[in-house]
Protein backbone atom coordinates (compact mmCIF):
# COMPACT_ATOMS: atom_id res chain seq x y z
CA UNK A 1 0.00 0.00 0.00
CA UNK A 2 1.53 3.49 -0.61
CA UNK A 3 2.14 6.15 1.63
CA UNK A 4 -1.05 8.56 0.40
CA UNK A 5 -3.51 5.80 0.66
CA UNK A 6 -2.45 4.75 4.42
CA UNK A 7 -2.28 8.44 5.14
CA UNK A 8 -5.60 8.95 4.15
CA UNK A 9 -6.95 5.72 5.98
CA UNK A 10 -4.84 7.08 9.02
CA UNK A 11 -6.73 10.56 8.66
CA UNK A 12 -9.93 9.68 8.94
CA UNK A 13 -9.50 7.14 11.64
CA UNK A 14 -8.06 9.40 13.45
CA UNK A 15 -10.78 12.75 12.64
CA UNK A 16 -13.52 10.06 12.96
CA UNK A 17 -12.37 8.91 16.87
CA UNK A 18 -11.45 12.82 17.78
CA UNK A 19 -15.31 13.76 16.66
CA UNK A 20 -16.23 11.18 19.40
CA UNK A 21 -14.47 11.70 21.59
CA UNK A 22 -15.25 15.65 21.85
CA UNK A 23 -18.85 14.13 21.61
CA UNK A 24 -18.07 12.31 24.59
CA UNK A 25 -17.51 15.66 26.43
CA UNK A 26 -19.96 17.30 29.19
CA UNK A 27 -22.17 19.58 27.97
CA UNK A 28 -20.75 23.16 28.79
CA UNK A 29 -17.54 21.92 28.08
CA UNK A 30 -14.61 24.12 26.76
CA UNK A 31 -14.08 24.68 23.36
CA UNK A 32 -11.07 23.37 21.31
CA UNK A 33 -8.73 26.12 21.83
CA UNK A 34 -9.14 26.51 25.30
CA UNK A 35 -8.48 22.75 25.90
CA UNK A 36 -5.55 23.09 23.91
CA UNK A 37 -4.18 26.16 25.55
CA UNK A 38 -5.07 24.64 29.43
CA UNK A 39 -3.26 21.04 28.71
CA UNK A 40 -0.76 23.07 27.50
CA UNK A 41 -0.11 24.62 30.83
CA UNK A 42 -0.77 21.27 32.71
CA UNK A 43 1.22 19.24 30.79
CA UNK A 44 4.37 22.06 30.95
CA UNK A 45 3.48 24.70 33.71
CA UNK A 46 3.44 27.98 33.25
CA UNK A 47 4.42 29.71 29.80
CA UNK A 48 4.58 32.84 27.58
CA UNK A 49 1.50 33.21 25.43
CA UNK A 50 3.94 32.74 22.46
CA UNK A 51 5.48 29.70 23.76
CA UNK A 52 1.49 27.91 24.03
CA UNK A 53 1.08 29.41 20.40
CA UNK A 54 4.00 27.80 19.14
CA UNK A 55 3.49 24.61 20.91
CA UNK A 56 -0.10 24.59 19.59
CA UNK A 57 1.06 25.43 16.31
CA UNK A 58 -1.04 28.73 16.21
CA UNK A 59 -0.44 32.40 15.96
CA UNK A 60 -0.51 34.05 19.45
CA UNK A 61 -3.18 36.78 18.05
CA UNK A 62 -5.27 33.48 17.07
CA UNK A 63 -5.20 32.79 20.63
CA UNK A 64 -5.45 36.32 22.25
CA UNK A 65 -9.25 36.07 22.99
CA UNK A 66 -8.98 32.61 24.18
CA UNK A 67 -6.15 33.81 26.60
CA UNK A 68 -8.94 36.74 27.45
CA UNK A 69 -11.89 33.99 28.32
CA UNK A 70 -9.74 31.39 30.25
CA UNK A 71 -8.69 34.07 32.36
CA UNK A 72 -11.81 35.96 32.74
CA UNK A 73 -13.11 32.30 34.15
CA UNK A 74 -10.37 32.37 36.41
CA UNK A 75 -9.40 29.15 34.72
CA UNK A 76 -5.45 30.82 34.21
CA UNK A 77 -3.71 33.91 35.42
CA UNK A 78 -1.22 36.46 33.55
CA UNK A 79 1.41 37.65 35.32
CA UNK A 80 4.61 39.86 34.12
CA UNK A 81 7.50 37.49 33.32
CA UNK A 82 10.17 37.98 35.76
CA UNK A 83 12.92 38.34 33.08
CA UNK A 84 11.29 40.25 30.88
CA UNK A 85 8.40 42.66 31.80
CA UNK A 86 7.20 43.16 27.99
CA UNK A 87 5.99 39.64 27.96
CA UNK A 88 3.60 38.02 30.33
CA UNK A 89 3.38 34.31 31.72
CA UNK A 90 0.33 32.12 31.78
CA UNK A 91 -0.69 29.32 34.32
CA UNK A 92 -3.01 27.53 35.55
CA UNK A 93 -5.50 28.18 38.77
CA UNK A 94 -7.31 25.76 40.55
CA UNK A 95 -10.02 25.73 38.59
CA UNK A 96 -8.23 25.27 35.71
CA UNK A 97 -6.45 22.32 36.52
CA UNK A 98 -9.86 21.09 37.79
CA UNK A 99 -11.44 22.08 34.57
CA UNK A 100 -9.10 20.60 32.21
CA UNK A 101 -8.83 17.12 34.14
CA UNK A 102 -12.59 16.63 34.53
CA UNK A 103 -12.54 17.19 30.54
CA UNK A 104 -10.00 14.46 30.27
CA UNK A 105 -11.91 11.67 32.75
CA UNK A 106 -14.78 12.06 30.92
CA UNK A 107 -12.89 11.36 27.60
CA UNK A 108 -10.65 8.41 29.10
CA UNK A 109 -13.66 6.76 30.63
CA UNK A 110 -15.40 6.77 27.26
CA UNK A 111 -12.49 5.22 25.64
CA UNK A 112 -11.75 2.43 28.37
CA UNK A 113 -15.12 1.40 27.89
CA UNK A 114 -14.69 1.33 24.18
CA UNK A 115 -10.97 -0.21 24.30
CA UNK A 116 -13.37 -3.07 26.76
CA UNK A 117 -15.33 -3.78 23.34
CA UNK A 118 -11.61 -5.34 21.75
CA UNK A 119 -9.23 -7.69 22.13
CA UNK A 120 -5.97 -7.65 23.91
CA UNK A 121 -3.68 -7.62 20.65
CA UNK A 122 -5.82 -4.59 18.97
CA UNK A 123 -5.34 -2.59 22.52
CA UNK A 124 -2.00 -2.98 21.93
CA UNK A 125 -1.54 -2.00 18.76
CA UNK A 126 -3.12 0.91 19.61
CA UNK A 127 -1.31 1.82 22.46
CA UNK A 128 1.84 1.53 20.31
CA UNK A 129 0.29 3.38 17.35
CA UNK A 130 -0.62 6.10 20.21
CA UNK A 131 3.35 6.70 20.71
CA UNK A 132 3.76 6.76 16.69
CA UNK A 133 1.13 9.85 16.58
CA UNK A 134 2.68 11.62 19.22
CA UNK A 135 6.31 11.29 17.10
CA UNK A 136 4.33 12.39 14.25
CA UNK A 137 2.77 14.97 15.80
CA UNK A 138 6.11 16.54 16.50
CA UNK A 139 7.65 15.67 13.00
CA UNK A 140 9.39 18.35 11.40
CA UNK A 141 8.90 17.35 7.71
CA UNK A 142 9.38 20.04 4.41
CA UNK A 143 5.96 21.00 3.54
CA UNK A 144 4.43 20.92 0.07
CA UNK A 145 6.79 21.53 -2.44
CA UNK A 146 9.36 21.45 -0.30
CA UNK A 147 12.24 18.90 -0.41
CA UNK A 148 15.84 18.29 0.63
Known sequence: ?????DAARIRRGVIRLNRRLRQERGDGSLSPNQLSV????????????????????QRPQSLTRVFA????????????????????VLSLTEA???AVEDDMAQRDAWL????????????????LAAEVMERLANAEVDGPGEED
Open 1 to 5: MDHLS
Open 38 to 57: LGHLHRHGPSTPGEVAAAER
Open 69 to 88: ELETEGLILRAPDPTDRRQS
Open 96 to 98: GRL
Open 112 to 127: ARALGTIGETERGVLA
